[in-house]
């Protein structure tokens, strides 16, 4: 399995994003998958899920309202939109994919398998 992410960049505080995470070598719409993100010397935490149904949608509460989490399963690709970035919002990004089939959405991370490679988003003036 390979989850290839992409779409970050620096932004202004306010601007938006939208990262892609496109996967390969499995049924991809069988499987929840997630968002996080890693800063410097922290954990990597859980920002947003997806059932693998795309009925439920799952945010911490510092995003929600700004983030959304969708998936297009005919391009084995999930996205995240970003709106209103803040300063604090600057980390390297993570789409995740867990290893069973039909799993739940998970805020841990220990949960999921397969991860991409990180796209680093940046928010300053």
């Known amino acids: 399995v390979q989850l290839q992410a992409s779409g970050g960049g620096w932004v202004q505080p306010g601007g938006s994003l939208t990262l892609s995470c496109a996967a390969s070598g499995r049924t991809f719409s069988r499987y929840a998958m997630a968002w996080f993100r890693q800063a410097p010397g922290e954990e990597r935490k859980f920002l947003a899920g997806i059932t693998w149904t795309g009925n439920n949608r799952y945010y911490t509460d510092s995003v929600k309202g700004r983030f959304a989490i969708s998936r297009d399963d005919a391009k084995s690709t999930v996205y995240l939109q970003m709106n209103s970035l803040k300063p604090e919002d600057t980390a390297v990004y993570y789409c995740?994919?867990?290893?069973?089939?039909?799993?739940?959405?998970?805020?841990?991370?220990?949960?999921?398998?397969?991860w991409g490679q990180g796209t680093q988003v940046t928010v300053s003036s």
């Open positions: 995740a994919l867990p290893n069973e089939r039909h799993a739940s959405v998970s805020e841990d991370y220990t949960s999921y398998y397969y």
